[in-house]
């Protein structure tokens, strides 16, 4: 993957300037075009990020395969994957009429992903089941929730975000830097979800060539 293609996937926000100040998105567009541009760019990145996805070390193999390894495609569906399977014990319990018809219409797939226990068997702390519990009754309650997909989306996404930075982290150095750039640089949502549940599903991802 070329340096102006991964540039072009990073959400604008992480750009800055030496005194921390965000760059003007439109001069970011016109930065990505050109070679000195793309330079400035990555200089404008947190340095946390130039050590192994944006410059490896000599002889590393690795240089931008992650990156190739997962498109945004891909990455954005494991995200939502994880969000599903973290809200898991949510969905299982719902039992009310139009909203189970609209979690199938919704998830498509992915709410068959929340029924397996296979995966995960939904065990979670007290404090956990209550935060998820509120978050949930909340996005019930939005109006329109039946009719903006978005809403669902923006829930679960969140949490899958939160989900795979606390996985890949540890795992996965690089993946993590690379979905966190794809995504503003707001905070996290705190995890839950065992390190084999997040394996499982990321490995079916990263072994699934329909992306």
């Not at 609209?102 to 995966?119: E, F, K």
């Not at 905070?187 to 072994?207: D, F, M, Q, Y």
């Amino acid at each position: 993957m070329p340096l102006q293609a991964l540039l072009a996937d990073v959400h604008p926000a992480w750009y800055a300037d030496e005194a921390g100040q965000a760059l003007d998105p439109q001069l970011v567009e016109r930065a990505r075009t050109s070679a000195l541009g793309q330079r400035l760019l990555v200089r404008a990145l947190p340095p946390a990020f130039l050590d192994g996805l944006l410059a490896p070390r000599p002889g590393d193999r690795t240089h931008m395969a992650t990156p190739r390894r997962w498109p945004p495609a891909r990455l954005r569906a494991l995200v939502r994957d994880l969000g599903v399977l973290a809200y898991a014990p949510l969905i299982r319990a719902e039992v009310r009429r139009e909203p189970v018809r609209w979690l199938r219409a919704t998830l498509g797939n992915s709410y068959l992903l929340a029924l397996d226990r296979t995966v995960w068997d939904g065990r979670l702390d007290q404090a956990t089941r209550a935060r998820l519990s509120a978050e949930w009754e909340t996005l019930l309650a939005a109006p329109g929730f039946l009719t903006d997909p978005s809403l669902l989306g923006d829930l679960l996404d969140r949490q899958g975000r939160g989900e795979l930075h606390a996985w890949a982290s540890r795992r996965h150095r690089m993946l993590a830097d690379w979905a966190r750039l794809l995504h503003d640089n707001g905070p996290l949502c705190a995890a839950h979800l065992p390190e084999k549940a997040v394996l499982v599903v990321a490995s079916h991802h990263e072994n699934h060539d329909g992306d």
